[in-house]
Each structure stands twice: as C-alpha cells, then as structure tokens.
C-alpha cells in the first residue's frame, strides 16, 4: 500500500503566502514525477506544478512567479511554496505522485487539502 498525505492548507488573504506538503509512505521502491493539482467548485481538475525525479519543473502559466514546487528524494516528500496568492486561486489542491511500488507502479493522489483566499 502507498499513501499520500498532505498537510499546509489553510485561509489567507490576497498577497499572502501558504506552504504545501505532501509525503509519500508505504512500499515505495522509487517515485518519478510528483506534483500538485487543484479543482476548485465547478470547475475541472488542473495541474498547478510537477517535478520530476531529476529536478526538472514545469508550472501552469497562471502561477508562474508565485509558486515553487520542491522535493526531497531521500524524504519521498513533496513541497508547494505559494506566494503573491489571489483569490482565483481558493481550490482543494491535491497532490500525486508516479510511484514504483515492490507490486507495480501506478498513480497515486492524496486526500486534498482545501486552500482559500480571501479578498
């Protein structure tokens, strides 16, 4: 079994910052690609930022210079620093990772955590 909890949510208002976290745990022989998604109400899933195993990042346009995802290998860990928010950005942000278990490898998602940004 592989789980993925995530931690860091919270209310802030415009301008402020939030830290994510996400922590892989279970039968975890190695983790490719990790990242965060968000939904927020009515709206379909989106990634926000992924990195990769080597380091590489990739990021939505609409949080370009205000995000940073990070990772920690050795931790099977998984970071969002969130600065400069704006309430377009209130969403359950979730986290996923590409997880090579002892039993295969498959896609794993964390439970959420709600993020919201008042005006």
């Known amino acids: 079994q592989v789980q993925l909890v995530e931690s860091g949510g919270g209310l802030v208002q415009a301008g402020g910052s939030l830290r994510l976290s996400c922590a892989a745990s279970?039968?975890?022989?190695?983790?490719?690609?990790m990242g965060w998604f968000r939904q927020a109400p009515g709206k379909q899933r989106e990634l926000v930022a992924t990195?990769?195993?080597?380091?590489?990042?990739n990021y939505a346009d609409s949080v370009k210079g205000r995000f940073t995802i990070s990772r920690d290998n050795a931790k099977n860990t998984v970071h969002l620093q969130m600065n400069s928010l704006k309430p377009e950005d209130t969403a359950v942000y979730y986290c996923?990772?590409?997880?090579?278990?002892?039993?295969?490898?498959?896609?794993?998602w964390g439970q959420g955590t709600q993020v919201t940004v008042s005006s």
């Open positions: 996923a990772a590409q997880v090579v278990a002892d039993f295969g490898s498959f896609d794993y």
């Open positions: 279970g039968s975890i022989f190695s983790i490719n690609a």
């Open positions: 990195t990769t195993s080597g380091g590489s990042t």
